[in-house]
């Protein structure tokens, strides 16, 4: 991965990191954790003590903080997914790693109105939480992706805040891709992760001194949501300025699909790809290639899609059955699993809907017709898709579906210099009349 980028905050809703040198008189002694040394850290806050130094003393944020963005490239330990971002501490478990509702809640609160853009929570329990629910919704409509932990129970119960809405709900799997025996399943699981046998920065306080570091191996659905947590902020640097549905959707669309066909509750959508999704979520903003037909005369515009459009799965070679008079644009700027699919928008009496679909095996495809595209007779179903290398020459071609007599087939053109483009048009592509 790339490592991120310093300007996104991802908070660690815990027991605190070991993430600065401090002895207050009277109280413990803490120790920055010496794989921290080029960790870049946010200012926090500890809920348990009401001060402005949320230390850990447990060790279980400490862990979490080091598999997001522990230093890498040292010569010590592991290294982090996404080592460049900056760390935002927030203490809301005590010493025996116990959380209250209302302090995870206010952590949350703090993350958000702080500029964090991801929220780690590896905890939970079986009980729904009103006040914690509400501050979760509270993120989302900011744009901060929530992300928690299943639980390390075994059983076919998510726990929450896991399970609950506007959160991605992360199990665990081993060096095999096979579910760790003791990470929860079903309904709310979203994605899996590695947790099983994960080196990690382990801190050990005695007697009111955390200053004892030491590397192990550690498991959980806790190390799990903290790899999702680390992906997310890569990809949230990778995008800009786009909203946590965008970066959900990137995280739980570019996985490995394991178990069963789709989406299943032992997986969720799969086996978390950092790189997949740090790559391709920026495709969530990018404009569609349409081809229009003005008056006889075929022009190609850019669109940009808002972020309302409905996703609805991979129907695959049903693509093909889209029935005269809809209107349909389409881009393959959007990747799942690492495979190219088809983006189409629907005209349903007069509903836009998007929808995702595999190319069909044996598509006829011609390269660099070129100046032959704009011949193209009035009354074919034509789509455009822009930005694509396909031939690898360096220049991006159109690609084209043309209904033949009823039997669809994929061409690629080279664009002529000169055609006609409004690029960014955003919302006003709605307005488009059907047909």
Known sequence: TSGGNSSIKVAVVDTGVAYED???VGAENY???PDFAS???ASGYDFVNSDNHPNDDHGHGTAIASMIAESTNNSLGGASLAYNVTIMPIKVCSSLGTCSD????SGINYARSNGAKVINLSLGGLDYSPVMQASIDAAWKAGVVVVAATGNDGIGTVQYPGRGSH???VGATTSSDSRSSFSNYGSGLDIVAPGSNLVYQKLLCVNQDCSSFSYGYISGTSMSTALVSATAALAYGKAGNVGAAEISDSVLKNTVDLGAIGYD????YGLLKASLAEQNVAVVSKPFGVIKNDSSDYNFYTYNVPKKVEVRGIIGADYWNISGGNNVVASTEIKVGGVSK?????NERGDYNFYLYNFPIGTQSTTRIAADYWNIPK???VVGIAGVDVNGDGNDEIAVMKNEKGDYNLYVYSAPVGTQAASLIGVDYWSIPTG
């Open 39 to 41: 960790t870049n850290f």
């Open 265 to 268: 509750t032992i997986f969720g």
């Open 167 to 169: 959160v991605i709900g």
């Open 102 to 105: 209302y302090n995870i809640a």
């Open 379 to 381: 009354g074919n179903n």
């Open 31 to 33: 120790v920055k954790a």
């Open 22 to 24: 401090y002895d207050p």
């Open 342 to 346: 088809v983006g189409v928008i629907k």
